[in-house]
C-alpha cells in the first residue's frame, strides 16, 4: 500500500498578516501613505509589504485602490483650484441677540500656480521652463583673446535675454 504523502511544515516565522490588514491599508492609501509607511505601520520590512501584495491579491488590491482614490482626489482638487470653482455656503452672524443664517455662494478664482502646475505635468512639452538654445560653428575659444571672447559672451547673454 502506498504511504500518502504529509503536506510540508512552513519553515520560518509565522506571518504577521492578518484578514483585517488590506482594509486598514486601504484607509491608509487613501491618506497617502506609500510603501514604506504602510510597513513602518505594520511594523514589517518593506519587502514583507511586497511579499504580502504577492501572496494575498485582496492586500494588494486594496492597496492599489486606496492609492488611485487618493490619486484621483488630489486630482480633481487640484484641477478644481486650477479653473476656480464655487460653492453654497450658510453665513451665520450675530447681530444685537439675533442669529441669522444667510445662504451665500462662496467664489474662489483659478488659482495660476496651480494651472501651470497642471499644465507642465499634463503637457510637458508645450509648457517646460527648459529653452533649447543651439550655439553653430567654432567658435574657437582657446585661441581668441580675452576682449573678443567678453564680446561674443556679452552678445550670447543679449541674445538668451532677448528670446
Not at 494575498?56 to 482638487?77: N, T
Not at 502646475?117 to 581668441?144: P, S
Amino acid at each position: 500500500m502506498a504511504k500518502k504523502a504529509e503536506p510540508k511544515a512552513k519553515v520560518g516565522r509565522p506571518s504577521k498578516y492578518r484578514e483585517e490588514f488590506p482594509e486598514q491599508a486601504r484607509k491608509l492609501c487613501l491618506l497617502g501613505a506609500t510603501d514604506p509607511e504602510l510597513a513602518d505601520f505594520f511594523d514589517v520590512n518593506e519587502d514583507t509589504i511586497h511579499e504580502w501584495k504577492k501572496v494575498h491579491p485582496e492586500f494588494s488590491e486594496a492597496i492599489k485602490s486606496g492609492k488611485v482614490q487618493a490619486d484621483s482626489d488630489v486630482a480633481d482638487r487640484l484641477y478644481q483650484r486650477a479653473m476656480g470653482f464655487e460653492h453654497p455656503e450658510v453665513h451665520i452672524s450675530n447681530y444685537q441677540g439675533v442669529i441669522t443664517q444667510t445662504p451665500i455662494t462662496k467664489i474662489y478664482a483659478p488659482d495660476p500656480t496651480a494651472a501651470i502646475f497642471w499644465l507642465k505635468n499634463r503637457q510637458r512639452a508645450q509648457w517646460r521652463d527648459r529653452q533649447d538654445l543651439e550655439l553653430g560653428g567654432n567658435i574657437g575659444v582657446k585661441t581668441m583673446p580675452d576682449e573678443q571672447l567678453d564680446a561674443k559672451l556679452a552678445a550670447l547673454s543679449e541674445r538668451i535675454n532677448q528670446g
